[in-house]
């Protein structure tokens, strides 16, 4: 089906809501202007869910790398529905090289990943090992998704996300909100991570605001990280 690709384009221009189209480009700041269609989320997770399963899926999935941010958006809507886990993690795998902005990484979490944590480790950990600026960010979202509750949870994937040391503003902040997300969770485990100088300190200030923000962290947290961050400001 070689027109499969822009017959689907074709859907998304029809589709197309100008003044989202405006609204969007600024949230994306790494995409170009004309990459942005101007669709709405839900009309691209409709789609989706009319291609699903039919040779016009497979076919539009085969066509990567795309054009537009919307329909590297619809990738990731149609990779959510697979429900084979070897199916999604070898499409998630194909894909990650062409992820170009942090939208399009964080929308794209197949629900039966949740179903084979135990096998899905290994590649979360050499996603956030890869030197890809989004394919990091999606293995430290991964991590923060499926690994901090008490079943799935261990100390060494807070040295994992750790050890991460990047410039790039997507990956840092992916690690702050990770962090974060650890205090709510497994405070004990995760509070030296904050407490004590062990992240870049742009990671730790963030993810201290962060879990300031946060309504899943009990008053008394707060105030300890208030402290912690008055000590910031004087170099501690």
Same mark, same amino acid.
């Given at each position: 089906?070689?027109? @499969? ?6 859907? !998304? #221009? @029809?589709?197309?809501?100008?003044? =989202? ?45 795309? !054009?537009?941010?919307?329909? *590297? *958006? ?26 170009? *902005?942090?939208?399009? /990484?964080? /929308? /794209?979490?197949?629900?039966? #990943? ?5 096998? !899905?480790?290994?590649?979360? %950990? %050499?996603?956030? +090992? ?7 960010? =999606? ?16 100390? $060494? ?18 690690? $702050? ?33 962060? $879990? ?18 008055? +000590? #910031?400001?004087?170099?501690?």
């Amino acid at each position: 089906m070689p027109d @499969a690709a822009a017959t689907v384009r074709a859907r !998304l #221009f @029809a589709m197309q809501d100008k003044q =989202y189209q405006t609204f969007q480009q600024k949230l994306l700041p790494t995409l170009p202007p004309g990459a942005v269609i101007g669709v709405r989320t839900p009309a691209l997770r409709r789609l989706a869910k009319e291609l699903a399963g039919g040779a016009k899926a497979e076919a539009f999935l085969a066509a990567a790398p795309h !054009l537009y941010y919307e329909e *590297n *958006n619809l990738h990731a809507f149609l990779l959510e529905r697979l429900r084979d886990y070897g199916a999604a993690l070898d499409g998630v795998e194909a894909f990650l090289p062409y992820i170009d *902005n942090w939208a399009t /990484c964080d /929308c /794209c979490s197949p629900p039966v #990943f949740a179903r084979h944590t135990g096998e !899905l480790i290994a590649p979360v %950990r %050499r996603w956030i +090992g890869s030197d890809r600026t989004y394919t990091v960010r =999606y293995g430290l979202g991964m991590l923060m998704r499926y690994y901090l509750d008490d079943g799935t949870f261990s100390p $060494a994937y807070l040295a994992w996300a750790g050890a991460v040391r990047s410039e790039e503003y997507y990956v840092r902040m992916m690690a $702050a909100w990770f962090f974060a997300t650890a205090l709510a969770k497994q405070p004990e485990e995760t509070w030296p991570w904050l407490a004590e100088p062990r992240l870049e300190p742009w990671v730790r200030a963030k993810a201290v605001q962060k $879990a300031l923000e946060s309504r899943r962290i009990p008053p008394q947290q707060k105030d300890a990280l208030r402290a912690l961050r008055a +000590g #910031f400001a004087k170099g501690l």
